[in-house]
């Protein structure tokens, strides 16, 4: 069992800066791939990016350049840190925690992007 919680989210202008982090506790963090998606209001959730277990990350075209995702196994976090950002970028944003057989979703933290 996997216990998830995000944190970070917020309001911030066009162009500016959020680092989200998502804390896990309840098992061996370091072997879950660990992913961030986003459900934006009246939209599917749609994937965001990845960091395996052994640290190699992979991006959605439409944030690529523009976040970064990485993880801290000692502290038992994942992290997003996110820039330039949009009003597109507006949504709950999740993180999940997969390995073959095993997945366990976050609460959410909420992430408005606007003047």
């Known amino acids: 069992q996997v216990q998830l919680v995000e944190s970070g989210g917020g309001l911030v202008q066009p162009g500016g800066s959020l680092r989200l982090s998502c804390a896990a506790s309840?098992?061996?963090?370091?072997?879950?791939?660990m992913h961030w998606y986003r459900q934006a209001p009246g939209k599917q959730r749609e994937w965001v990016a990845v960091?395996?277990?052994?640290?190699?990350?992979n991006y959605a075209d439409s944030v690529k350049g523009r976040f970064t995702i990485s993880r801290d196994n000692a502290k038992n976090t994942v992290y997003l840190q996110m820039n330039s950002l949009v009003p597109e970028d507006t949504a709950v944003y999740y993180c999940?925690?997969?390995?073959?057989?095993?997945?366990?979703w976050g609460q959410g933290t909420q992430v408005t992007v606007s003047s």
């Open positions: 999940l925690a997969w390995k073959r057989g095993d997945s366990y």
């Open positions: 309840g098992s061996i963090f370091s072997i879950y791939n």
């Open positions: 960091i395996t277990s052994g640290g190699s990350t």
